[in-house]
């Protein structure tokens, strides 16, 4: 019996050896910068619309009320820091009178996976802004680096004629609808670049032969006229 005693406790270390992958399991939080980034798709597709209404109202009462009632920013960014510091203020106040305890706060901070996903996201969207930059006047065709050009040109106008919280304002509500806009109709619009690059292509192909004959005209000519020398000698 003594013996028995003595075998049963080794059933105890299996338990800690199963408690331990699953605390290393338990890590995979590093998913969230994907669903940090998958929060951009899914305001463009308009599958959060509440987020989305919210992000209209917000950038529609903020250029409102400083470019229509002319307040400044620092005093708008005041009042909603002022209306928060209040509401924190209430808030803790009455959660102390009612379970008599200070509010747990340790869950206020930035992870240090959101903090290098954010970063990593940055890092990411620079090196794709670079490489389009490269792909689109060294390896594209000719009229996407026209179209390039002129769509900045276009920009560099608009600019001068709006400040930067109309520009971003315009932003925020053509990055919201028009991707909608082109989804529903998706069709008709690859249709339509369809037929702008065949038109562009055979311009292009155009210029290029029109472009060459004259070239093979004036070296027919500097020929002749060599010629013309050689007999006049």
């Known amino acids: ?136 006047s060294v390896e594209s065709e000719w009229f996407v680096f026209a179209g390039a050009v002129v769509s900045l040109y276009l920009l560099s106008l608009l600019a001068g004629q709006f400040d930067l919280l109309t520009l971003f304002f315009m932003g925020v509500v053509g990055g919201l609808t028009l991707p909608v806009i082109y989804a529903k109709n998706e069709g008709r619009i690859r249709g339509f670049g369809e037929v702008v690059r065949i038109k562009s292509r055979r311009f292009y192909s155009m210029a290029e032969d029109k472009f060459q004959m004259m070239k093979n005209k004036i070296t027919a000519a500097g020929r002749g006229k060599e010629i013309k020398e050689k007999k006049m000698e």
């Open 1 to 136: 019996m003594s013996d028995n005693w003595e075998l049963s406790p080794p059933p105890s270390p299996p338990k800690v050896l199963v408690d331990l992958p699953q605390n290393e399991s338990s890590p995979p939080q590093v998913v969230h910068p994907q669903n940090e980034s998958d929060l951009m798709k899914d305001m463009v597709t308009w599958r959060r619309k509440q987020l989305n209404v919210f992000t209209l109202l917000a950038a529609t009462s903020a250029w409102t009320a400083i470019e229509i009632y002319q307040y400044n920013f620092i005093t708008i960014t005041s009042y909603i820091a002022i209306a928060a510091a209040v509401c924190l203020f209430f808030w803790g106040n009455i959660h102390r009178l009612l379970k008599k305890e200070a509010p747990d706060l340790s869950e206020l901070e930035i992870s240090e996976e959101a903090a290098i996903g954010c970063a990593n996201s940055v890092r990411r969207k620079c090196e794709e802004g670079v490489r389009l930059m490269f792909r689109v």
